[in-house]
């Protein structure tokens, strides 16, 4: 569902105007990164919003210290992923865990399956093919990983609007309604503020609570830290190489690149080996709108506030704009104290931004 600014399960309950037509009509040209991700679910509750995300069992560890061919135990880094019966490969070598020792070493069978017992350094992968059950056995313990707790703050999105009776009432120039010019030219700013702050935003742990301190929301830029890639050039290889990594972190949804118009620029241009014109055509296009990859198909949309060195690779549904309950998109009205119209545009937002290493980051790009 388009952007309006509120959450599907949420009915209204501000207490001035609801302006989510306005906000729905101006998103898709002015905010569409806001766009692209859509309307939330559900609203906020408290100012710090919180979540909780789950993790599946890893499938992968890594070799703690060198293991030589005769070796009927293994150092790991993790010994609590494994389980007796697990079938494992480091290397060209396939093991069959038979034993976990303590938390840092299991005990192996060598040379599984007829591979060859080979050396192993510290830090050699270790990949969990799968587990072997016995036939008869008892099921096992209970494996589900700790859910862990995540948060955001809303922050005050708020532009006042103040209109003279004199502009009102010449607002014949103009649309017949001047104040009403006024709150769609706020909300665009208000919006666009929305924007840049779900993208680029910051949050200050050490004011927020006191009586001086302003909210504010941790953006997208910010956020991201597992697949964060610095390199020169914006190229094809880079940008699936970047994919590549949300993939093998189990993200398979990533569907929208974000990239400011400098590089947006140079995505488009990648199609330029691949454009034809036949004779009778009077348009050249040369612009990508969406790059299929292996990784799947992703939306490219061009964002003015991104900088010029950024390139984001996210998965939408991972990603939503919360209001808080009650505190959507709204005009109040404030009391007057002389010959004018006043009011407000307020509402309260955060973002929510779950399995931080589904998504991904290009930056210093050139």
């Known amino acids: 569902m388009p952007f309006n600014g509120l959450a599907t399960y949420d009915n209204f309950e501000g207490i001035g105007e609801d302006v989510s037509d306005l906000v729905a009509f101006l998103a898709a ?59 494992i490969q480091v290397s060209d070598e396939t093991m069959m865990v038979n034993t976990i020792v303590d938390s840092d070493t299991v005990g192996v069978a060598r040379g599984y399956g007829g591979t060859s017992a080979a050396s192993h350094s510290a830090g050699a992968d270790v990949t ?10 008892d099921t096992d313990e209970d494996r589900t990983t700790k859910q862990v707790r995540k948060h955001n703050y809303c922050q005050i999105m708020k532009v006042g609007v103040k209109i003279s009776g004199t502009a009102q009432a010449v607002g014949w120039l103009t649309t017949g309604d001047k104040l009403a010019d006024a709150k769609v030219m706020r909300l665009r700013e208000v919006l666009r503020d929305l924007e840049k702050t779900v993208l680029l935003g910051r949050t200050d742990v050490a004011t927020i609570g006191s009586d001086t301190g302003r909210r504010t929301m941790a953006g997208i830029v910010c956020s991201l830290a597992t697949n964060v890639v610095s390199c020169g050039t914006l190229t094809e290889s880079a940008l699936g190489n970047l994919l590549q990594s949300c993939y093998n972190q189990g993200s398979r949804d990533v569907d929208l690149i974000v990239a400011p118009p400098k590089q947006k620029r140079i995505i ?24 299929e990859s292996d990784f799947g198909s992703q939306r490219v949309i061009m964002n003015r506030w991104l900088p010029d060195d950024v390139v984001l690779a996210l998965d939408s549904s991972r990603l939503k704009v919360v209001p808080l309950r009650g505190r959507s998109f709204q005009y109040e009205e404030l009391a007057k104290g002389g010959d004018y119209a006043r009011g407000q545009i307020v509402g309260e937002y955060s973002l929510e931004l779950r399995n931080e290493n589904a998504h991904g980051m290009l930056n210093d790009l050139g």
């Open 128 to 137: 969990i093919i799968g587990n072997a059950a016995l036939e008869g056995e």
């Open 29 to 87: 040209f002015e905010t569409p990164l806001l766009d692209a991700l859509g309307t939330s679910d559900q609203p906020a509750t408290n100012v710090k919003h919180e979540w909780l995300e789950d993790t599946l069992n890893p499938t992968t560890d890594a070799v703690a210290a060198d293991t030589t061919d005769l070796d009927t135990t293994m150092d790991v880094d993790h010994a609590s992923y494994f389980r007796v019966g697990d079938v």
């Open 268 to 291: 488009s241009s990648w199609n330029g080996s691949r454009v034809h014109v036949t004779s009778d055509a009077n348009a050249y296009r040369n612009v990508v709108e969406v790059y």
